[in-house]
């Protein structure tokens, strides 16, 4: 049996934070499903947890010697403003946001999604014994035949 599709925005690490991660460390207890981890870092990534830090002001070039003093004072205003903006320490996570981000995230996990299309099928073929798969996927998450875990597995060992 030969798989030919499109590669997908997999669930597990063709994202660039998700590359970060050692996926090869990680055991599942049944495949992933791609929608519930879009969700989920899309939760993650774009949910707040605490205010947005103030915006940096446009600094101005550094006026020339024929600037005028309201030139002068004002650049010397706005530069001062950014360096106080940049020493701040980072906004503190809202606890109710935090917990609203959770409970978001349990949802996400309790919802009833569809595995990875392409790992869901090599897995009812019998494994990529039984199956040629032709994507540019860097890797896939397959099912130990012995402890029924899934693992994901980097492909051409790289």
């Known amino acids: 049996m030969e798989v030919a599709l499109e590669e997908l925005a997999e669930a597990l690490g063709e994202t660039n934070d998700a590359k970060q991660i050692d996926f090869e460390d990680l055991e599942f207890p049944n495949l992933v499903s791609t929608c519930a981890s879009i969700m989920s870092n899309f939760v993650r990534n774009h949910f707040p947890i605490a205010l947005p830090p103030p915006d940096m ?3 101005p070039p550094i006026p020339s010697a024929g600037a005028s003093d309201w030139d002068k004072a004002e650049y010397l205003r706005i530069s001062e403003l950014a360096e106080r903006i940049r020493s701040m320490p980072d906004p503190e996570p809202i606890p109710e946001l935090l917990e609203r981000r959770r409970n978001m995230l349990e949802a996400i996990r309790l919802l009833d999604l569809p ?28 099912r130990d035949e012995k402890s029924g875990i899934y693992r994901y597995v980097k492909r051409f060992g790289g």
Do not use: F, Q, W
Not at 115 to 142: C, F, K, W, Y
């Open 57 to 59: 002001p446009k600094v």
């Open 115 to 142: 595995p990875n299309p392409l790992d869901d099928l090599i897995d009812r073929l019998g494994g990529v014994d039984n199956v040629a798969e032709m994507t540019g996927r860097s890797g896939r998450v397959l």
